[in-house]
C-alpha cells in the first residue's frame, strides 16, 4: 500500500515536471520564434535601405553584409562571411589608413566619418563614404562594429566635373581677356604706317607738300602693301579660328608636291626674308607626292617658315622635304631664341605662344592651325628645342590616296 502511495506522488511529480517541460519549450519556442522574427524583421530592414551596412567582429571579419553591399560589389553575404574586410575590398594604399582607424576602433575611441573606395568584383572602383556604431559585450569591450556607407562616386565626380568646367572657364576667359589685348595691338600696329605713308601721298597729291618722285612714292606704295599683306594674315588667321572651331572646313583633296610647294612658299617669303636678315636654304629637289589639300599644305609650309622668321631673325634657317615609305616628311629649322622644353607642349595651344607678346607680334595661332590641319590629314607635328640653340619643327604628312569624288573629311577642333 505505502510503495502504491510512493509510486502515485512519484508520478505526479513526473507529471508535474513534464508539464512545467513542456511550458518551458513551449516558452523556448516563443522566444525563439520572436528572435527569428527580429531577425527577419532587421534583416529586411537592412536589406531595404539603400545605405550600404556592414558588421564586423573585433577581428575586422565580416558579420553581416546588407543587399546594398551585395550590389555594389558583385559578391553575395554567403562569399564574404568570416573574410577579413579590408582584404576583399581594399587597394593596398587604403588598407594601411583603414587599419589604424580600425585599431582606434578597437580600443572604443569615437571615429569620425572618412572615407575609401571600394574594388567590386568587375574592377570597378567606388567611393564611400563611412560612419560607425559600436556594439560591446558585457565586460565592456568592442565586440561588433557596424559600418554604415553611402556610395558617393557620381557625386565626388560632378564635383570633379564642376571644378574642372570652373577651371576651364576661368582659362576662357583669360584667354579671351589676352586675345582681346593682343588683337587690338596687333590690327592697330598695320594701320599706323598705313595711315602714315597714305597721308603722305595724300598731301603730295593734293599739293599740300612737294611733289613726291617716282622711286619715293614707289616706296611708300611697297610700305603700305606689307601692311595691308600683314593684315590680311592677321584676319585669315582669325577667319581660321572661327570656321575651324565651327568644323566649317572641308578638306579638298587633289595630287600635290610637297617639294614644289615648298620652292613656291620659299619664293614667296623672299621679300621677308631679305628684310629679316635671314638666309633661307630649301632642300627640296625631288618630287615628293601625295594627296591633300593644298591650300592647307601651303598654309602649314607658310606658318612654319613664318615662325622661324619671326624668332630666328639674322640667321639661317633651313627648309627640307623628304619622302618617307608611307609619308611625306618637313622639316623647318632656324637658329633663333629657341623654346625651353616646359614650354613645347602648350606652344600648340590657341593663343598660346612661348615668349612675350610685347616682343613678338602676332596672335599665337599659327601653330594651332598647323597642328589641326594635321589632325585632319592624320598627321604629326613636333619640336625639338632648347634655349638659344633654335628650333626644328618636324611633320609628318600621311600618304592617303583619297580620290576626287571621295567624301572630305572636316575639321575637328582638339
Same mark, same amino acid.
Given at each position: 500500500?505505502l ?21 518551458a ?15 527577419? =524583421?532587421s534583416?529586411?530592414?537592412?536589406? %531595404? ?5 556592414v558588421v ?9 553584409f ?5 550590389k ?11 573574410? /577579413?574586410f579590408w ?16 585599431? $582606434?576602433? $578597437?580600443?572604443?575611441?569615437?571615429? #569620425? ?10 574592377g ?28 558617393? %562616386? ?46 603722305? /601721298? ?9 611733289p ?7 616706296d $611708300?606704295?611697297?610700305? /603700305?602693301?606689307?601692311?595691308v ?12 579660328? !572661327? ?12 595630287q ?12 614667296? =617669303? ?12 630649301? $632642300?627640296a629637289?625631288? #618630287?615628293v607626292? +601625295? ?7 601651303? &598654309? ?11 624668332? +630666328?631673325?639674322?640667321k #639661317? ?5 623628304e ?19 616646359? &614650354?613645347?607642349?602648350?606652344? =600648340? ?11 613678338y ?8 592651325? /598647323? ?6 590629314? +592624320?598627321?604629326?607635328i613636333?619640336?625639338?628645342?632648347? #634655349?638659344?640653340?633654335? !628650333? ?10 583619297h580620290?576626287?569624288g571621295?567624301e572630305?573629311p ?5
Amino acid at each position: 500500500m505505502l510503495a502504491a502511495l510512493e509510486f502515485r506522488a512519484w508520478y505526479a511529480r513526473a507529471q508535474a515536471a513534464r508539464a512545467e517541460a513542456d511550458r518551458a519549450l513551449l516558452r523556448l519556442r516563443q522566444v525563439e520564434e520572436a528572435l527569428r522574427h527580429e531577425r527577419d =524583421f532587421s534583416a529586411a530592414v537592412l536589406n %531595404t535601405v539603400a545605405a550600404l551596412i556592414v558588421v564586423l567582429d573585433w577581428e575586422g571579419r565580416v558579420v553581416r553584409f546588407n543587399r546594398a553591399c551585395e550590389k555594389l560589389t558583385g559578391l553575395c553575404f554567403d562569399e564574404v562571411r568570416g573574410h /577579413v574586410f579590408w582584404d576583399l575590398y581594399l587597394t593596398t594604399e587604403q588598407k594601411a589608413s583603414l587599419l589604424a582607424t580600425f585599431a $582606434k576602433s $578597437k580600443r572604443g575611441e569615437p571615429l #569620425p566619418y572618412h572615407e575609401n573606395d571600394w574594388i567590386a568584383k568587375d574592377g570597378r572602383k567606388r567611393r564611400v563614404v563611412w560612419s560607425h556604431a559600436f556594439l560591446y559585450d558585457e565586460d565592456g569591450e568592442v565586440e561588433f562594429i557596424i559600418g554604415t556607407g553611402i556610395d558617393v %562616386t557620381e557625386t565626388r565626380e560632378a564635383e570633379a566635373d564642376r571644378t574642372r568646367l570652373y577651371h576651364e572657364a576661368l582659362d576662357a576667359v583669360r584667354l579671351r581677356d589676352e586675345f582681346l589685348s593682343i588683337a587690338s595691338h596687333e590690327l592697330s600696329t598695320p594701320l599706323t604706317p598705313l595711315e602714315l605713308q597714305v597721308g603722305s /601721298v595724300q598731301r603730295a597729291l593734293r599739293g599740300d607738300a612737294a611733289p613726291l618722285p617716282p622711286e619715293r612714292l614707289l616706296d $611708300k606704295m611697297d610700305v /603700305v602693301a606689307r601692311q595691308v599683306e600683314r593684315l590680311k594674315r592677321l584676319v585669315d588667321d582669325l577667319l581660321d579660328v !572661327s570656321r575651324i572651331t565651327a568644323g566649317k572646313v572641308q578638306l579638298r583633296h587633289e595630287q600635290v608636291d610637297v617639294a614644289a610647294a615648298a620652292r613656291d612658299t620659299a619664293l614667296r =617669303f623672299r621679300e621677308q626674308l631679305t628684310r629679316a636678315g635671314c638666309e633661307l636654304r630649301v $632642300k627640296a629637289g625631288q #618630287p615628293v607626292a +601625295g594627296w591633300w589639300d593644298r591650300t592647307r599644305v601651303d &598654309q602649314i609650309l607658310s606658318n612654319l617658315l613664318s615662325n622661324a622668321i619671326k624668332y +630666328g631673325a639674322g640667321k #639661317p634657317i633651313d627648309l627640307v622635304v623628304e619622302e618617307g615609305a608611307d609619308a611625306a616628311r618637313i622639316l623647318v629649322r632656324d637658329q633663333g631664341i629657341g623654346i625651353a622644353p616646359e &614650354q613645347q607642349a602648350r606652344i =600648340f595651344g590657341r593663343f598660346e605662344r612661348a615668349v612675350s607678346e610685347r616682343h613678338y607680334g602676332g596672335f599665337g595661332l599659327g601653330l594651332w592651325i /598647323v597642328k589641326q590641319i594635321l589632325d585632319a590629314f +592624320g598627321g604629326t607635328i613636333r619640336v625639338e628645342s632648347a #634655349p638659344d640653340r633654335g !628650333s626644328t619643327f618636324t611633320v609628318e604628312l600621311p600618304r592617303r590616296a583619297h580620290a576626287p569624288g571621295e567624301e572630305r573629311p572636316e575639321f575637328q577642333v582638339q
